[in-house]
C-alpha cells in the first residue's frame, strides 16, 4: 500500500529554493534513508514533509491524504509522527510529561499509549518523574521517539535520529527503528551514519545540492562504487 507520495517539492528559507523539486514515493513498512553531503537539502526536505517549512512547488500526500505546504497539524491529523534532530523533547518537563504530550490530541488513550512504550522502551520506566534535561543524549534520543510512538503514527519521519550518540547507543537506535517498520510503520529517516543506516534500510536516496541523484535498494547502494567512493568513506 502507497502511504507516501511525494511529487516535485521544492523550496526553502528566504526565497532560496534549498530542495528543487524531488519525488519520493513509500509503501507501508518502508524504510527509507536519505544520504548526501552537508548542505544537500536533507534535513530541510524532511522538515518541509513534515510541515515546518514551506514550499512553493510541489504535492505531499500521506495516507492519501493532500497536505499543505506549512500544515505542521494537518500532518498530525494524517497519521505522521516528526522527530527532529535538536531539541525534541521538552527539557524542564518530565519524562511522564512529555509521553503525555505526546497524547494529547487523543487523551483518553495516554495510559495505554504510555504503558506501550514502557514496554518498549524500558529504560524510560524508572525515569518517569526526572526531568528530561538529565537524560543522557541516547536517552533523550529513546525519549524523542516514545513521544511521537505515543501518537500511534503509520509513518515516521526521523531527522539524524543516532547524532550525538554512542556506537552501542546508535546500534541500539536502528534496530528499535528497524523493528518499528516490522510492525507497519513507514519511515523515512536522514542520517548521516549512511553505511549503519542502509544497512536496515529497504531504500537508500541520494540528495546533492537540493536534487535527487539517486534512488536504489539500499543493498544496491552500498555495493555501488561511486556511491562507496563519495559517501561511504570508500
Not at 538529565?134 to 533523550?140: I, M, N
Not at 550525538?164 to 517498520?181: C, D, I, N, R, Y
Amino acid at each position: 500500500m502507497r502511504l507516501i507520495e511525494i511529487s516535485g517539492l521544492k523550496g526553502g528559507y528566504g526565497g532560496e529554493d534549498i530542495v528543487k523539486g524531488i519525488d519520493v514515493h513509500l509503501n507501508q513498512g518502508d524504510l527509507a534513508v536519505i544520504i548526501g553531503p552537508n548542505g544537500a537539502g536533507k534535513s530541510t526536505f524532511l522538515k518541509m514533509v513534515a510541515g515546518l517549512v514551506g514550499y512553493h512547488s510541489g504535492t505531499v500526500q500521506i495516507n492519501g491524504r493532500a497536505l499543505v505546504s506549512g500544515d505542521a497539524r494537518g500532518l498530525a491529523a494524517a497519521g505522521v509522527g516528526f522527530v527532529p534532530q535538536e531539541f525534541n523533547v521538552f527539557a524542564s518537563m518530565t519524562v511522564r510529561e512529555n509521553l503525555e504530550m505526546g497524547c494529547y490530541a487523543e487523551p483518553r488513550e495516554t495510559r495505554r499509549r504510555m504503558d506501550e512504550q514502557l514496554v518498549r522502551f524500558p529504560l524510560l520506566a524508572g525515569r518517569l518523574r526526572v526531568q528530561a534535561r538529565t537524560l543522557s543524549g541516547g536517552q533523550r534520543q529513546t525519549l524523542a521517539l516514545a513521544v511521537a510512538l505515543m501518537m500511534a503514527p503509520s509513518v515516521l519521519l526521523l531527522d539524524e535520529p543516532s547524532a550525538g550518540l554512542s556506537p552501542v547507543a546508535a546500534t541500539a537506535m536502528f534496530e528499535t527503528v528497524k523493528q518499528l517498520t516490522q510492525e507497519g510503520i513507514t519511515v523515512l529517516m536522514v542520517e548521516q551514519n549512511a553505511l549503519a543506516a542502509l544497512a536496515i534500510a529497504d531504500r537508500g536516496l541520494v540528495f546533492v545540492m537540493g536534487e535527487k541523484v539517486r534512488d536504489a535498494t539500499a543493498v544496491a547502494l552500498t555495493h555501488d562504487p561511486e556511491t562507496r567512493r563519495l559517501f561511504l568513506g570508500g
